[in-house]
């Protein structure tokens, strides 16, 4: 077969290719806008402090929490409420397009809260709580809470959504070893003024 020949069929080959990772990405992005977009906000910016923020997050743990919410392994009371069925459906391409989408829009910026509630936040989340055994949060999530792949961004997040979600872990409500054992040591007090601090980022 003649050089043209072959370089014509590789064009057709690429151009089919594109074309259906064209209209994948159509597809998510359809759905963010029909379905995500309701409480999550069409760029990720949640329109209820009941609902995250997406937006920033990393991608590694969007998908990882979007296949939970799939295959039912995320089984919180919000999730089963919200996600589950949304979730139901989708398939592994869908939910890394999802991911990415959400990945690049510019994150969500923190909200003012009480200075002493903050103060008290930040410090728990750098130094941690030596005499009730609890680690320092940035060691996972970052210096500045802005996540480290598996590890979501916590920093410009729903202070509600982060005092409902540490309160799920202590609980075993939702389910994370690692974030059980040490949410469960923390006072109500002490979540309060960390998701203060977080939300505030």
Not at 135 to 160: I, K, T, V, W, Y
Request: with cysteine; hydrophobic share 45%.
């Amino acid at each position: 077969m003649k050089l043209h020949v072959l370089a014509a069929a590789l064009a057709v080959l690429l151009l089919g290719a594109a074309a259906a990772e064209a209209a994948d990405n159509s597809a998510a992005l359809d759905l963010i806008r029909r379905e995500c977009s309701t409480c999550h906000g069409a760029q990720g910016v949640s329109v209820s402090p009941t609902f995250p923020n997406l937006a920033g997050q990393t991608p590694q743990y969007l998908e990882a929490q979007l296949r939970a919410f799939r295959d039912h392994s995320r089984a919180d009371p919000h999730a089963q409420a919200f996600m589950w069925g949304m979730a139901a459906q989708l398939t592994d391409d869908t939910i890394k397009q999802m991911a990415e989408f959400f990945a690049k829009q510019p994150a969500a910026r923190g909200e003012a809260a009480d200075k002493a509630e903050v103060a008290a936040g930040k410090k728990i989340f750098d130094e941690g709580i030596e005499k009730q055994d609890v680690p320092a949060c940035m060691s996972c999530h970052g210096d500045n809470a802005q996540g480290n792949e598996l590890f979501p961004r916590l920093a410009g997040q729903r202070r509600n959504y982060l005092e409902k979600q540490l309160e799920a872990f202590s609980t075993e409500l939702r389910a994370n070893e690692i974030m059980h054992e040490n949410s469960k040591k923390l006072t109500a007090r002490q979540i309060s003024d960390l998701a203060a601090y977080l939300s505030s980022l």
